[in-house]
């Protein structure tokens, strides 16, 4: 006769033992059953109902892959470390669904309502509070959530981030990145140089462009070089997304611009701001070094041309008198 009894659970993995087991006992002999036929059954039915998973029929859409991609890997990963943000790997452990997706629509307002968990993440980002994602709404913030689930249960995520080389930085590194960054080596898939748009201390003249914030101290503001190669593998600016997005830098770039932010970052050559007045004045200087350039140029052919034609006015009209 076989006497069943069901054995312990254990329910912090997946495995034949989760659902406990079998143990009959047979004429003084016994045996474990690790796991019945309709055990085995039943396993995709109730991992289906678990909290955090994933349908096949939710999986990620390259819509939903490419949003995160572009307005969240500057600042997070999904297995791969803190960078500005947490890393995302396991959030449905700390937070559920729901809260994820109200973070996520208004970050700052589940902050300063004095969610106990948003003002710890808060204080973890050294004040910095995350913005708002452009274009969000409840759908596609739904969506991200269940995206960061189902890379959660990878080994790997493909959100893990860039794969940046950890060796030394050199010399070699920072005298790359300096010309990179000023434009005088092109980046290998056609990206504009930073310089257009950016400016550092000390590479004179007027100072770099003005359209993106000073990087001066950005080596320094986004922690070092994982947050810093992060941020250049997936730039999260409105303006450089749709340029980047079609040209974006490769690891080598990538490391040699970080070199050289963290160069420019310890650098004691302090920042040189460049006043509207030095601008206007440079402007009118220029102004007129050009005008006195063309008047010496055309010089001959404007006296050649204007002395006949005067002459031969003047000469007209002492005819008629006379």
Excluded at 42 to 68: H, K, R, V, Y
Excluded at 132 to 155: M, N, T, Y
Excluded at 215 to 242: C, F, H, I
């Amino acid at each position: 006769m076989c006497e069943a009894s069901l054995g312990p659970r254990e329910h912090d993995r997946i495995d034949g033992t989760m659902f406990g087991y079998a143990q009959c006992r047979h004429e003084g002999n016994s045996s474990v059953k690790k796991s019945s036929i309709l055990e085995l059954l039943l396993i995709p039915a109730l991992l289906t109902g678990m909290p955090g998973s994933i349908n096949a029929q939710d999986a990620p859409s390259e819509e939903t892959i490419s949003f995160f991609k572009l307005n969240c890997m500057s600042c997070h990963t999904i297995g791969g470390g803190r960078l500005t943000g947490p890393d995302l790997k396991g959030a449905i452990e700390r937070a559920d669904e729901a809260w994820l997706v109200d973070f996520i629509l208004d970050p700052k307002g589940v902050i300063d309502g004095g969610d106990p968990y948003a003002v710890e993440l808060l204080r973890e980002s050294r004040g910095v509070y995350m913005t708002k994602v452009p274009g969000i709404d409840r759908a596609r913030a739904e969506k991200l959530v269940k995206l960061i689930i189902s890379e959660s249960l990878k080994e790997r995520s493909q959100f893990a981030g860039l794969e940046i080389s950890d060796r030394p930085l050199t010399d070699a590194d920072i005298g790359r990145g300096r010309e990179l960054f000023m434009g005088a080596t092109q980046y290998e898939n056609g990206a504009p140089a930073c310089l257009s748009c950016h400016t550092v201390s000390g590479i004179g003249g007027l100072g770099g462009g003005r359209l993106g914030p000073d990087l001066t101290n950005a080596y320094d503001r986004l922690e070092g070089r994982k947050a810093v190669s992060a941020w250049l593998g997936a730039p999260p600016s409105l303006v450089m997304q749709p340029v980047f997005k079609d040209h974006p830098l490769d690891g080598e770039e990538v490391l040699a611009l970080v070199a050289y932010l963290k160069s420019v970052a310890e650098s004691e050559v302090g920042v040189a701001p460049v006043s509207t007045l030095k601008f206007v004045l440079s402007g009118f200087a220029g102004s007129a070094f050009l005008l006195l350039l063309l008047d010496f140029l055309w010089r001959r052919r404007y006296r050649a041309t204007r002395r006949p034609m005067v002459r031969n006015r003047h000469h007209a009209a002492m005819g008629s008198k006379s």
